[in-house]
Protein backbone atom coordinates (compact mmCIF):
# COMPACT_ATOMS: atom_id res chain seq x y z
CA UNK A 1 0.00 0.00 0.00
CA UNK A 2 1.77 3.40 -0.88
CA UNK A 3 1.86 6.30 1.46
CA UNK A 4 -1.22 8.09 -0.68
CA UNK A 5 -3.39 5.17 0.18
CA UNK A 6 -2.68 4.79 3.47
CA UNK A 7 -5.18 5.39 6.38
CA UNK A 8 -4.49 7.30 9.18
CA UNK A 9 -6.61 5.40 11.55
CA UNK A 10 -4.34 3.21 12.20
CA UNK A 11 -2.34 1.01 15.46
CA UNK A 12 0.08 3.73 15.55
CA UNK A 13 -1.67 6.68 15.27
CA UNK A 14 -4.48 5.51 17.71
CA UNK A 15 -1.42 4.66 20.25
CA UNK A 16 -0.01 8.05 19.73
CA UNK A 17 -3.56 9.94 20.09
CA UNK A 18 -3.75 7.65 23.08
CA UNK A 19 -0.22 8.48 24.52
CA UNK A 20 -0.79 12.20 24.09
CA UNK A 21 -4.34 12.31 25.48
CA UNK A 22 -2.99 11.10 29.12
CA UNK A 23 0.55 13.49 28.49
CA UNK A 24 -1.66 16.20 28.00
CA UNK A 25 -3.71 15.21 31.04
CA UNK A 26 -0.98 15.09 32.93
CA UNK A 27 0.53 18.56 33.36
CA UNK A 28 -2.93 20.12 32.93
CA UNK A 29 -4.81 18.79 35.80
CA UNK A 30 -2.32 21.26 37.85
CA UNK A 31 -2.73 24.28 36.32
CA UNK A 32 -6.06 25.29 37.88
CA UNK A 33 -4.56 24.31 41.64
CA UNK A 34 -1.16 25.84 41.06
CA UNK A 35 -1.88 29.28 41.86
CA UNK A 36 -3.25 28.77 45.24
CA UNK A 37 -0.91 26.33 45.97
CA UNK A 38 2.28 29.27 45.59
CA UNK A 39 0.18 31.34 47.56
CA UNK A 40 -0.66 28.82 50.30
CA UNK A 41 3.56 28.84 50.50
CA UNK A 42 3.93 32.89 50.59
CA UNK A 43 4.53 33.29 46.88
CA UNK A 44 1.26 34.97 45.49
CA UNK A 45 3.40 37.44 43.90
CA UNK A 46 5.20 35.22 42.11
CA UNK A 47 1.55 33.72 40.24
CA UNK A 48 2.56 34.85 36.23
CA UNK A 49 5.96 32.73 36.57
CA UNK A 50 3.93 29.37 37.19
CA UNK A 51 3.73 29.03 33.25
CA UNK A 52 6.61 31.34 32.75
CA UNK A 53 9.44 29.24 34.14
CA UNK A 54 7.41 26.14 32.45
CA UNK A 55 7.66 27.50 28.98
CA UNK A 56 11.03 29.34 29.24
CA UNK A 57 12.70 25.58 29.82
CA UNK A 58 10.29 24.20 27.14
CA UNK A 59 11.33 26.70 24.67
CA UNK A 60 14.76 25.86 25.59
CA UNK A 61 14.96 22.68 25.28
CA UNK A 62 13.06 22.91 21.37
CA UNK A 63 16.41 23.17 19.59
CA UNK A 64 17.94 19.85 21.03
CA UNK A 65 14.22 17.71 20.97
CA UNK A 66 14.49 18.80 17.27
CA UNK A 67 17.44 17.53 16.40
CA UNK A 68 17.03 14.91 18.72
CA UNK A 69 13.65 14.31 16.73
CA UNK A 70 15.80 14.21 13.46
CA UNK A 71 18.33 11.87 14.54
CA UNK A 72 17.95 10.00 17.84
CA UNK A 73 14.41 9.12 16.63
CA UNK A 74 11.20 10.14 17.56
CA UNK A 75 9.90 7.57 20.28
CA UNK A 76 13.37 8.05 22.04
CA UNK A 77 12.15 11.66 22.21
CA UNK A 78 8.31 10.92 23.24
CA UNK A 79 9.37 9.12 25.47
CA UNK A 80 11.87 11.61 27.61
CA UNK A 81 9.26 14.21 27.48
CA UNK A 82 6.61 11.80 29.25
CA UNK A 83 9.64 10.32 32.36
CA UNK A 84 10.06 13.90 33.32
CA UNK A 85 7.11 14.56 33.84
CA UNK A 86 6.02 11.49 36.09
CA UNK A 87 9.51 12.19 37.88
CA UNK A 88 7.98 15.67 38.87
CA UNK A 89 4.67 14.44 40.03
CA UNK A 90 6.73 13.08 42.69
CA UNK A 91 8.84 15.86 43.21
CA UNK A 92 6.17 18.47 43.71
CA UNK A 93 5.24 17.35 47.11
CA UNK A 94 9.11 17.08 48.26
CA UNK A 95 10.17 20.89 47.18
CA UNK A 96 7.61 22.68 49.53
CA UNK A 97 9.48 26.04 49.23
CA UNK A 98 8.77 28.90 46.83
CA UNK A 99 11.80 28.66 45.42
CA UNK A 100 11.90 24.98 45.37
CA UNK A 101 8.54 25.13 43.53
CA UNK A 102 9.43 27.59 40.83
CA UNK A 103 13.19 25.18 40.21
CA UNK A 104 10.41 22.28 39.70
CA UNK A 105 8.46 24.33 36.83
CA UNK A 106 11.66 24.61 35.32
CA UNK A 107 12.27 21.37 35.57
CA UNK A 108 8.87 19.89 34.52
CA UNK A 109 8.92 22.32 30.97
CA UNK A 110 11.12 19.97 29.59
CA UNK A 111 8.37 17.58 29.50
CA UNK A 112 6.50 19.61 26.62
CA UNK A 113 9.79 20.94 25.34
CA UNK A 114 10.21 17.07 24.17
CA UNK A 115 7.81 15.19 23.50
CA UNK A 116 5.46 17.44 21.27
CA UNK A 117 8.12 18.02 19.16
CA UNK A 118 8.88 14.27 18.33
CA UNK A 119 4.90 13.70 18.40
CA UNK A 120 4.21 16.13 15.50
CA UNK A 121 6.87 14.85 13.39
CA UNK A 122 5.74 11.18 13.93
CA UNK A 123 2.31 12.10 12.90
CA UNK A 124 3.88 13.91 9.93
CA UNK A 125 5.69 10.77 9.02
CA UNK A 126 2.82 7.91 9.23
CA UNK A 127 0.08 10.42 7.88
CA UNK A 128 0.25 10.84 3.62
CA UNK A 129 0.60 14.63 2.57
CA UNK A 130 -2.61 15.56 1.74
CA UNK A 131 -4.13 14.38 4.94
CA UNK A 132 -1.67 16.29 7.20
CA UNK A 133 -4.40 18.97 8.69
CA UNK A 134 -6.93 15.99 9.08
CA UNK A 135 -4.41 13.95 11.20
CA UNK A 136 -3.33 17.18 12.99
CA UNK A 137 -6.85 17.59 13.62
CA UNK A 138 -7.34 14.26 15.43
CA UNK A 139 -4.45 14.26 16.79
CA UNK A 140 -4.50 17.95 18.14
CA UNK A 141 -8.32 16.53 19.56
CA UNK A 142 -6.80 14.46 21.41
CA UNK A 143 -4.18 16.41 22.95
CA UNK A 144 -7.23 18.53 24.06
CA UNK A 145 -9.56 15.84 25.32
CA UNK A 146 -6.54 15.34 28.11
CA UNK A 147 -6.81 19.83 28.14
CA UNK A 148 -10.43 19.39 28.84
CA UNK A 149 -10.87 15.85 31.62
CA UNK A 150 -7.35 17.04 33.07
CA UNK A 151 -8.00 20.64 35.09
CA UNK A 152 -11.47 19.08 35.77
CA UNK A 153 -9.97 15.83 37.49
CA UNK A 154 -7.49 17.70 38.87
CA UNK A 155 -10.12 20.47 40.95
CA UNK A 156 -12.07 17.49 41.91
CA UNK A 157 -8.60 15.07 43.69
CA UNK A 158 -7.46 18.14 45.05
CA UNK A 159 -11.50 19.32 46.64
CA UNK A 160 -11.88 15.63 47.95
CA UNK A 161 -8.21 14.29 48.83
CA UNK A 162 -4.99 17.04 48.91
CA UNK A 163 -3.03 18.66 46.54
CA UNK A 164 -0.33 15.57 46.88
CA UNK A 165 -2.55 13.00 45.66
CA UNK A 166 -3.30 14.99 42.36
CA UNK A 167 0.63 15.52 42.52
CA UNK A 168 0.86 11.95 42.22
CA UNK A 169 -2.13 11.06 39.85
CA UNK A 170 -0.49 13.49 37.26
CA UNK A 171 2.55 10.92 37.88
CA UNK A 172 0.34 8.19 36.96
CA UNK A 173 -0.76 9.56 33.57
CA UNK A 174 2.68 10.26 32.30
CA UNK A 175 3.96 6.76 33.10
CA UNK A 176 0.65 5.32 31.16
CA UNK A 177 1.68 7.48 28.46
CA UNK A 178 5.41 6.59 28.80
CA UNK A 179 3.65 2.10 28.24
CA UNK A 180 1.99 3.13 25.40
CA UNK A 181 4.83 4.59 23.63
CA UNK A 182 6.58 0.88 24.08
CA UNK A 183 4.78 -0.37 21.60
CA UNK A 184 5.81 2.41 19.10
CA UNK A 185 7.58 1.83 16.03
CA UNK A 186 10.47 4.01 15.00
CA UNK A 187 9.82 6.27 11.52
CA UNK A 188 13.69 7.20 11.51
CA UNK A 189 15.26 4.95 8.59
CA UNK A 190 19.02 5.93 9.80
CA UNK A 191 18.75 6.81 13.27
CA UNK A 192 21.59 7.78 15.59
CA UNK A 193 22.77 6.33 18.52
CA UNK A 194 22.56 9.11 21.35
CA UNK A 195 25.61 10.79 22.02
CA UNK A 196 26.66 13.71 24.18
CA UNK A 197 28.23 15.61 20.49
CA UNK A 198 24.40 15.49 19.65
CA UNK A 199 23.37 17.90 22.36
CA UNK A 200 26.06 20.92 20.39
CA UNK A 201 23.54 23.17 18.19
CA UNK A 202 25.06 24.99 15.84
CA UNK A 203 23.30 28.89 14.60
CA UNK A 204 21.50 26.92 11.81
CA UNK A 205 20.16 24.35 13.93
CA UNK A 206 18.16 25.91 16.18
CA UNK A 207 15.74 27.92 13.70
CA UNK A 208 14.34 26.07 10.44
CA UNK A 209 13.98 29.53 8.25
CA UNK A 210 11.44 28.05 6.29
CA UNK A 211 8.93 27.97 8.80
CA UNK A 212 9.16 31.64 10.09
CA UNK A 213 5.54 32.57 9.39
CA UNK A 214 3.95 30.08 10.92
CA UNK A 215 6.22 30.72 13.93
CA UNK A 216 5.21 34.39 14.15
CA UNK A 217 1.57 33.96 14.15
CA UNK A 218 2.13 31.14 17.18
CA UNK A 219 3.95 33.54 18.82
CA UNK A 220 1.38 36.51 18.24
CA UNK A 221 -1.50 34.21 19.15
CA UNK A 222 -0.19 32.49 21.92
CA UNK A 223 0.71 34.95 23.85
CA UNK A 224 -3.12 35.44 24.62
CA UNK A 225 -3.34 31.47 26.00
CA UNK A 226 -0.28 32.50 28.34
CA UNK A 227 -2.43 35.19 29.96
CA UNK A 228 -5.34 33.19 30.02
CA UNK A 229 -3.73 30.64 31.76
CA UNK A 230 -2.43 33.17 34.01
CA UNK A 231 -5.28 34.94 35.32
CA UNK A 232 -8.55 32.75 34.35
CA UNK A 233 -8.20 30.63 37.93
CA UNK A 234 -8.98 34.00 40.01
CA UNK A 235 -10.89 35.51 38.06
CA UNK A 236 -13.33 32.40 37.79
CA UNK A 237 -13.37 32.52 41.76
CA UNK A 238 -14.05 36.53 41.68
CA UNK A 239 -17.02 35.64 39.12
CA UNK A 240 -18.57 32.85 41.96
CA UNK A 241 -17.08 29.89 39.72
CA UNK A 242 -16.41 26.78 42.25
CA UNK A 243 -14.50 24.60 39.69
CA UNK A 244 -12.03 26.05 38.55
CA UNK A 245 -11.56 23.76 35.69
CA UNK A 246 -14.59 24.33 34.25
CA UNK A 247 -13.20 27.25 32.31
CA UNK A 248 -10.86 24.60 30.39
CA UNK A 249 -13.12 22.15 30.03
CA UNK A 250 -15.93 24.24 28.08
CA UNK A 251 -13.58 25.75 26.09
CA UNK A 252 -11.75 22.52 25.32
CA UNK A 253 -15.19 20.54 24.72
CA UNK A 254 -15.85 22.88 21.71
CA UNK A 255 -12.33 22.83 20.75
CA UNK A 256 -12.52 19.20 20.23
CA UNK A 257 -16.24 19.24 18.71
CA UNK A 258 -14.81 21.49 15.70
CA UNK A 259 -11.80 19.69 15.40
CA UNK A 260 -13.48 16.72 14.06
CA UNK A 261 -14.12 18.91 10.80
CA UNK A 262 -11.16 21.99 11.01
CA UNK A 263 -8.23 19.90 9.53
CA UNK A 264 -10.25 18.54 6.59
CA UNK A 265 -11.48 22.14 6.10
CA UNK A 266 -7.77 23.40 5.77
CA UNK A 267 -7.06 20.54 3.78
CA UNK A 268 -9.69 21.23 1.29
CA UNK A 269 -9.59 24.73 1.48
CA UNK A 270 -6.21 25.87 2.35
CA UNK A 271 -4.39 26.90 5.74
CA UNK A 272 -4.31 30.29 4.99
CA UNK A 273 -8.02 31.19 4.67
CA UNK A 274 -8.37 28.88 7.26
CA UNK A 275 -6.08 30.96 9.83
CA UNK A 276 -7.57 34.26 8.64
CA UNK A 277 -10.99 32.94 10.44
CA UNK A 278 -9.59 31.55 13.38
CA UNK A 279 -7.93 34.54 14.43
CA UNK A 280 -10.83 36.76 13.74
CA UNK A 281 -12.70 34.77 16.72
CA UNK A 282 -9.73 34.65 18.39
CA UNK A 283 -9.88 38.04 18.85
CA UNK A 284 -13.32 38.92 19.32
CA UNK A 285 -13.27 35.42 22.35
CA UNK A 286 -10.43 37.16 24.36
CA UNK A 287 -12.66 40.24 24.35
CA UNK A 288 -15.27 38.77 25.92
CA UNK A 289 -13.45 36.97 28.14
CA UNK A 290 -12.29 40.31 29.28
CA UNK A 291 -15.68 42.03 29.70
CA UNK A 292 -16.90 39.24 31.82
CA UNK A 293 -19.14 40.07 34.37
CA UNK A 294 -20.61 36.41 35.21
CA UNK A 295 -20.00 33.05 35.24
CA UNK A 296 -22.25 32.05 31.89
CA UNK A 297 -20.74 34.87 30.42
CA UNK A 298 -17.53 34.10 31.23
CA UNK A 299 -18.28 30.03 29.95
CA UNK A 300 -20.19 31.64 26.71
CA UNK A 301 -16.67 33.16 25.47
CA UNK A 302 -14.76 30.34 26.50
CA UNK A 303 -16.91 28.27 24.07
CA UNK A 304 -15.97 30.92 21.26
CA UNK A 305 -12.33 30.45 22.27
CA UNK A 306 -12.28 26.70 22.29
CA UNK A 307 -13.45 26.42 18.99
CA UNK A 308 -10.94 29.36 17.32
CA UNK A 309 -8.45 27.01 19.35
CA UNK A 310 -9.70 24.17 17.24
CA UNK A 311 -9.70 25.60 14.02
CA UNK A 312 -5.98 27.59 14.16
CA UNK A 313 -4.33 24.59 16.21
CA UNK A 314 -4.64 21.71 13.86
CA UNK A 315 -3.90 24.84 10.62
CA UNK A 316 -1.04 26.08 11.57
CA UNK A 317 0.73 23.04 12.85
CA UNK A 318 -0.30 20.90 9.19
CA UNK A 319 0.95 24.64 8.16
CA UNK A 320 4.42 24.57 9.87
CA UNK A 321 4.75 20.87 8.09
CA UNK A 322 3.55 22.38 4.55
CA UNK A 323 6.93 24.93 4.81
CA UNK A 324 9.47 22.88 5.96
CA UNK A 325 11.78 20.38 4.37
CA UNK A 326 11.20 16.72 5.09
CA UNK A 327 14.40 15.55 6.48
CA UNK A 328 14.42 18.57 9.26
CA UNK A 329 10.34 18.05 9.98
CA UNK A 330 11.80 17.78 13.68
CA UNK A 331 13.73 21.13 13.51
CA UNK A 332 10.82 22.70 12.02
CA UNK A 333 7.85 21.39 14.61
CA UNK A 334 10.50 22.67 17.11
CA UNK A 335 10.78 26.52 15.67
CA UNK A 336 7.28 26.35 16.07
CA UNK A 337 6.94 25.31 19.60
CA UNK A 338 9.59 27.51 20.52
CA UNK A 339 7.60 30.12 19.18
CA UNK A 340 4.92 28.69 20.89
CA UNK A 341 6.13 28.50 24.30
CA UNK A 342 7.80 31.95 23.71
CA UNK A 343 4.33 33.72 23.34
CA UNK A 344 2.70 31.77 26.08
CA UNK A 345 5.56 32.34 28.51
CA UNK A 346 6.16 35.84 27.46
CA UNK A 347 2.04 36.23 27.70
CA UNK A 348 2.05 34.94 31.22
CA UNK A 349 5.35 36.71 32.81
CA UNK A 350 3.75 39.83 31.61
CA UNK A 351 -0.41 39.15 32.96
CA UNK A 352 1.42 38.18 36.35
CA UNK A 353 4.03 42.16 36.70
CA UNK A 354 0.29 43.66 34.99
CA UNK A 355 -2.51 42.06 37.73
CA UNK A 356 0.30 41.80 41.20
CA UNK A 357 -3.68 40.62 42.67
CA UNK A 358 -5.82 43.64 41.41
CA UNK A 359 -8.64 42.16 39.56
CA UNK A 360 -10.05 45.07 38.14
CA UNK A 361 -6.79 44.81 36.07
CA UNK A 362 -7.47 41.53 34.78
CA UNK A 363 -9.44 42.99 31.23
CA UNK A 364 -6.68 45.04 30.45
CA UNK A 365 -4.47 42.05 29.83
CA UNK A 366 -6.96 40.30 27.64
CA UNK A 367 -8.16 42.88 25.42
CA UNK A 368 -4.09 43.48 24.88
CA UNK A 369 -3.58 39.71 24.00
CA UNK A 370 -6.96 40.48 21.64
CA UNK A 371 -4.88 43.03 19.90
CA UNK A 372 -1.87 40.84 19.39
CA UNK A 373 -4.44 38.41 18.19
CA UNK A 374 -5.40 40.88 15.31
CA UNK A 375 -1.79 41.85 14.36
CA UNK A 376 -1.52 38.14 14.39
CA UNK A 377 -4.56 38.33 11.05
CA UNK A 378 -2.90 41.42 9.51
CA UNK A 379 0.24 39.96 9.24
CA UNK A 380 -1.32 36.73 7.30
CA UNK A 381 -3.27 38.95 4.92
CA UNK A 382 -0.23 41.34 4.23
CA UNK A 383 1.44 38.77 3.48
CA UNK A 384 -1.07 36.09 1.47
CA UNK A 385 -1.65 39.94 -0.85
CA UNK A 386 2.20 39.65 -1.54
CA UNK A 387 2.60 36.26 -2.36
CA UNK A 388 -1.18 35.54 -4.06
CA UNK A 389 -0.29 32.36 -5.94
CA UNK A 390 1.62 30.63 -2.79
Not at 7 to 34: D, K, T
Not at 85 to 107: E, K
Not at 163 to 186: G, P, R, T
Not at 198 to 206: A, D, F, W, Y
Request: aromatic share 12%; proline share 4%; hydrophobic share 50%.
Amino acid sequence: MSKQQHPIYNWSFGLLCLSSLLFSASFNMLIPELPSYLSSMGGAEYKGLIIALFTITAGISRPFSGKLTDTVGRVPVMAVGSIVCFVCGFLYPVLTTVAGFLFLRLIHGFSTGFKPTATAAYVADIVPVNRWGEAMGIHGLCFSTGMAIGPAIGSAITANYSINVLFYCSSLFALLSIVILMNMKETVKQKQKFRFSLLRISKNEIIEGRVIPAALVTLLSYMGYGVLLTLIPDLGDHLGMRNKGLFFMTFTISSLLIRFIAGKVSDQYGRVKVIQVALLLLGIAFILIGAASSTTTLLAASVLYGVATGILSPAVNAWTVDLSHPEHRGRAMATMYIALEAGIGLGAFIAGLVYQDHISRIPFNFYISSVLTFGALVYVVLRQRSRPTV
